[in-house]
């Protein structure tokens, strides 16, 4: 090689090397695994992504996020929280489906994850404690279990004549949840003095006419509609079948009730994805999930269609109506 060849060439490494010196680490990459589908759930993504933000975290930019939809087919879980660990995510965000929490559980002990669920999580076994929960896994929790007997109370509270009710739960939840449900419910129910609560479920929208179908051979007078990812996904199709059986019903987020239901009591969830968007935000900052406390929602709301009572044929109590946080006339 000729010596101005090789001082070119020389020349020509000097400049690559600062360019490979300045290059930018790969930016972290959350999983957000979901039990329900993307068309449906957008404005809880949005939520997400909001929580991420004000932890100064916005896709595209400084985080990537890897989606994985079960599409309401909940034994797709696992297979999703494994092909995410695959990937090597930095974290893993889940979705309202406990059944999620356990799939990201048995996925990874490494991870850190950030669950959103209605089950207890101590006793489920997720973390050692609310305040520390010990192990690569912390979130949010709604304890549903707990607020069910209350949705009970306040469609009692609206039909005062009323002795049968019913409660519809999806059989594929987690069965743990699914049990609690049952028995707070039927123990509320005697409280209340009620005749009877029957159960009916639904985990397919050919089941939710089925289930609605079997109410009025029943002559149920009102109905809970149980927390779950698929039920909170199908709210028009719940809302439009209550309408068309003239069942009154209350469910668990006000989503519902925007969508023509009857009444919602719970917490938001949109507010709930926008914590688990804070947790996953502390994490990537550094934090461990170990050392985060599992946050409880604590604020309920009360949401109550005026316009789907009148079609009913019921009158809001104004003891009611007084408690609610939204009134859609």
Same mark, same amino acid.
């Given at each position: 090689m000729k010596r101005r060849e090789f001082i070119t060439l020389l020349g020509g490494a000097a400049?690559?090397?600062?360019?490979?010196?300045?290059?930018?680490?790969?930016?972290?990459?959350?999983?957000?695994? /979901?039990?329900?589908?993307?068309?449906?759930?957008?404005?809880v993504v949005?939520?997400?992504?909001?929580?991420? /933000?004000?932890?100064?975290?916005?896709?595209?930019?400084?985080?990537?996020?890897?989606?994985?939809?079960?599409?309401?087919?909940?034994?797709?879980?696992?297979a999703l929280a494994d092909?995410?660990?695959?990937?090597?995510? /930095?974290?893993?965000?889940?979705?309202?489906?406990?059944?999620?929490?356990?799939?990201?559980?048995?996925?990874?002990?490494?991870?850190?994850?950030?669950?959103?669920?209605?089950?207890? &999580?101590?006793?489920?076994r997720f973390v050692a404690s609310l305040s520390r929960p010990g192990g690569n896994l912390t979130g949010v929790t709604t304890l549903n279990v707990e607020i069910e007997p209350?949705?009970?109370e306040v469609l009692r509270e609206l039909l005062p004549t009323t002795t049968i009710m019913a409660l519809l739960v999806n059989p594929i939840n987690y069965q743990a949840v699914v049990e609690s449900q049952l028995r707070e419910a039927q123990a509320a129910a005697h409280t209340l003095g009620l005749?009877?609560?029957?159960?009916?479920e639904a985990s397919t929208e050919r089941d939710l006419d089925s289930a609605f179908s079997t109410l009025i051979q029943l002559r149920v007078g009102g109905l809970v509609i149980s927390p779950d990812t698929f039920f909170s996904g199908k709210s028009a199709e719940l809302a439009a079948l209550a309408s068309r059986h003239a069942v009154p019903t209350i469910s668990q987020y006000r989503e519902y009730v925007r969508a023509g239901g009857l009444m919602s009591y719970g917490v938001s969830l949109t507010d709930l994805y926008r914590l688990v968007g804070v947790y996953t935000g502390r994490i990537l900052k550094g934090e461990q999930p170990a050392d985060l &406390?599992?946050?409880?929602?604590?604020?309920?709301?009360?949401?109550?269609?005026l316009k789907t009572a009148k079609a009913l044929g019921l009158e809001i109590p104004p003891t009611l109506l007084a408690r609610a946080d939204e009134v859609i006339e």
């Open positions: 400049v690559a090397w600062p360019i490979a010196v300045r290059a930018e680490p790969a930016m972290p990459m959350v999983g957000f695994l /979901n039990a329900a589908s993307p068309d449906i759930f957008a404005h949005s939520a997400f992504r909001l929580g991420l /933000n004000e932890m100064g975290f916005v896709e595209g930019r400084n985080v990537a996020i890897e989606y994985r939809w079960a599409e309401n087919q909940y034994d797709r879980l696992p092909d995410l660990v695959r990937r090597r995510v /930095n974290v893993i965000a889940t979705g309202s489906a406990t059944l999620a929490v356990v799939a990201a559980k048995a996925a990874t002990t490494t991870i850190p994850v950030v669950f959103l669920t209605g089950a207890d &999580p101590v006793k489920e209350k949705r009970l005749q009877t609560i029957h159960v009916v &406390p599992v946050q409880q929602a604590t604020k309920l709301e009360l949401a109550i269609n």
